[in-house]
């Protein structure tokens, strides 16, 4: 196969090198733009590493290309990846747990109204193949670690922690990558442009999994990782891969590849397509030492956690239900979290209205492009705060639903509700903006305050939105992860590539996996449901099931555990692809309608609000409320009314990268 010439040109986003060719060299085909990004401007490479500062710099380009879960900013010129703009759109609104109603973007368009082909180009599915940097940060990386030997000014220990950083990005993004296709082109070396011919084939899973692995093998034993930065270095190291962070990832990969839709009797698409015929989208049947390496991984992560400390889950200074909330709320959204093993930062900090962060500029109630409203699926998986599992059902029988978010008392003389109870599992407060939930919860202190949320039909802040399915509050709830109140403005902003609830889980479900473990799982469980209050154990509080003997049963526990931890967090997306999950992705939706009573328990129609309301005129702050579900049907998607056909669980390859002929073999059904 011939080479075309081109140049590699492009610039690097906000750094103080760049790096273009000395001479004229030819394209290799992963998009137009795999080698035009090299970090950019004019420079040489021979500049470039005849300097240690700009061999840091360097390298801190490839860092600014990695995944950054929160949509934030709009650009389209292939200096970002795509699903960092809302015009693409969270993954985890695929789910059962959310819903996006912004119309423009990919996920609406191309997933709920299900138009999405392979012929599709910016932002054309929810991880384009040519617009996420992979490819080019892989190339980048390649590039240092061939050049490496040369920098002047830069001692051995130096050079071989930039190596191994340089692994884990790769391992990293091509694992990003994986998740979505399966089977890549694996390289193994920057190119020089100047090679006569080449092939490139898609790798089977296999192949792509041992690559990934190794790559952070290779890191890990290298000795250039530290376990974890000292609190002194972190305002300057943090973001930084460190070996806890590349061995959480190994566990993390071995996770995805041991699941069913890679590791099972029979393919995902039934075994007749090419890809399934070459192993590219599976492992060609079931092996149980993929779920035995997966056990491996976790547990030499806790035996060198064990051994060095520097993470822990963020426990609550006392056991209340506020306290429980700051600790769950600080152990991921505070950068120099013990709980965060690995992040990625795009800006500072950010005043909520800031065009360069539009994760919040773009949630307002005028836009609404970034907002996520929680189901009522999702919000009745939180347990009441004894542990016991919540039940509708149950609840409106025993006239419980008043109090199936909070209760409280009211003093003399005082119209807001105090000594208030929060008394569902602390994480929905922390993923779901609830009816009566008070408005603040003090950045440092952790304490409640403010006038209440008013989520009922006319209320101050609902207004009509979840009577018509539409606005910030569509579902009758409103997004708290990631998001918060106006305690977050000006705090510092990132995204948690890992966290340890995550690997503490993981290991979870790898001792059920690999050795029926129920008890082990539980306890695992158990460890990330205390820190929240959650202190019964597990088995004990799920009474319909026997969760020490119904695998399934906890299996099923275990994914709800997840995305109560993991909200938000692209966890829900990729635990229902893994696990084949079609009739998640089938489930009709809903969302909670309340109706403000009156003293004679009539609906109050018209204007319902209380602030700037009736509390104008004493009234308390209401309490009694008719509450109802209803299903969700703006838009109604297409896997609801069709079926979950089973291409979607992987995207498709772009149809003019398997038109180009280096080896790309299309996913099966697209």
């Known amino acids: 196969m011939k080479l075309q010439n081109k140049w590699f040109i492009g610039a690097m986003l906000g750094a103080a090198v760049c790096l273009v060719s000395t001479s004229c060299v030819d394209e290799i085909k992963f998009g137009n733009s795999f080698l035009d990004k090299a970090p950019g401007g004019n420079a040489t490479i021979d500049t470039v590493f005849n300097s240690a500062e700009y061999t840091r710099q360097f390298l801190n380009t490839c860092y600014s290309r990695q995944y950054y879960g929160l949509p934030y900013n709009t650009d389209s010129n292939g200096n970002i990846p795509d699903s960092s703009s809302p015009y693409l759109g969270k993954k985890d609104a695929l789910t059962d747990c959310w819903s996006l109603y912004f119309s423009d973007a990919t996920v609406y368009q191309q997933y709920y ?3 999405l082909n392979a012929n599709y180009g910016t ?5 384009p193949y040519t617009r996420e940097m992979v490819w080019e940060v892989v190339r980048w990386c390649w590039l240092l670690m061939e050049n490496i030997d040369r920098v002047p000014g830069m001692d051995d220990t130096e050079k071989t922690q930039l190596v191994a950083e340089a692994k884990c990005l790769i391992a990293a993004r091509y694992f990003d990558m994986f998740r979505h296709y399966g089977g890549l082109p694996l390289l193994y070396a920057s190119f020089t442009g100047t090679e006569s011919g080449y092939e490139i084939p898609r790798a089977t899973v296999e192949e792509t999994v041992n690559y990934m ?3 952070l093998d290779d890191a890990i034993n290298s000795g250039g990782l530290v376990w974890a930065y000292a609190d002194a270095d972190l305002a300057s190291k943090a973001g930084h891969w460190t070996k806890a962070g590349a061995m959480a990832l190994k566990c993390k990969i071995w996770q995805f590849a041991a699941s069913p839709l890679f590791n099972d009797v029979n393919g995902y698409a039934g075994g007749n397509s090419e890809a399934e015929q070459q192993r590219l989208v599976w492992y060609g049947g079931y092996h149980a030492e993929l779920w035995d390496n997966c056990l491996k991984a976790c547990e030499a ?7 060095q400390g520097g993470y822990s889950l963020n426990k609550a200074s006392e056991e209340t239900p ?5 600790a769950y709320r600080m152990g991921y959204i505070r950068q120099n979290s013990k709980e965060v093993l690995h992040s ?3 800006n500072m900090s950010d005043a909520f209205n800031s065009s360069s962060y539009m994760w919040h500029s773009w949630a307002v109630p005028s836009l ?3 907002e996520y409203p929680p189901t009522q699926e999702y919000v009745e998986m939180f347990p009441w705060a004894d542990g016991t599992p919540f039940d509708w059902k149950k609840a409106e029988t025993e006239g419980k639903l008043d109090e199936m978010f909070l209760t409280g008392t009211f003093k003399n003389g005082e119209q807001l509700l105090s000594e208030i109870v929060l008394t569902r599992d602390p994480r929905l407060y922390e993923h779901c903006m609830v009816n009566g939930l008070p408005k603040m919860l003090d950045w440092s202190a952790g304490t409640m305050s403010g006038l209440p949320y008013e989520l009922w039909v006319g209320g101050y802040d609902e207004g009509q939105n979840a009577a018509l399915e539409s606005g910030n509050y569509a579902t009758g709830y409103k997004n708290m992860k990631y998001y918060l109140g106006t305690e977050y403005q000006r705090q510092y902003t ?4 890992l966290r340890l609830s995550d690997i503490y889980l993981t290991y979870a479900e790898a001792l059920l996996q690999a050795k029926n473990d129920y008890r082990g799982a539980i306890n695992q469980m158990n460890i990330v449901r205390a820190r929240v209050g959650l202190k019964k154990d597990l088995a004990e509080c799920v009474t319909d099931k026997n969760l020490l003997s119904d695998k399934a049963a906890l299996l099923e526990e275990l994914l709800c555990e997840r995305v109560r931890e993991l909200g938000l967090e692209d966890s829900r997306y990729f635990d229902l692809i893994r696990y084949k999950r079609a009739d998640r992705f089938e489930k009709r939706l809903h969302g909670l309608l309340a109706y403000r009573l009156d003293d004679t328990g009539n609906r109050i129609t018209g204007n319902a609000k209380w602030n700037e309301g009736d509390k104008n005129k004493g009234a308390l702050q209401p309490t009694r409320f008719e509450y109802e579900r209803f299903e969700l049907s703006k838009p109604v998607r297409r896997w609801w009314t069709y079926g979950f056909d089973s291409k979607w669980y992987l995207s498709p390859f772009p149809q003019t990268e398997i038109n180009k002929g280096y080896g790309l073999i299309q996913n099966p059904g697209w």
């Not at 932002?123 to 991880?127: K, S």
């Not at 992560?301 to 051994?307: A, G, N, P, R, V």
């Not at 990132?494 to 590539?497: A, C, G, S």
């Open 344 to 346: 990625v930062r795009t």
């Open 301 to 307: 992560f806790f035996k060198e956690l064990e051994s």
């Open 113 to 115: 109204l299900g138009s």
């Open 213 to 215: 692995i190794k790559m």
């Open 494 to 497: 990132h995204w948690v590539y």
């Open 368 to 370: 609404c492009r970034t």
């Open 322 to 326: 506020e306290q429980y909330r700051q």
């Open 123 to 127: 932002r054309g599915n929810i991880f």
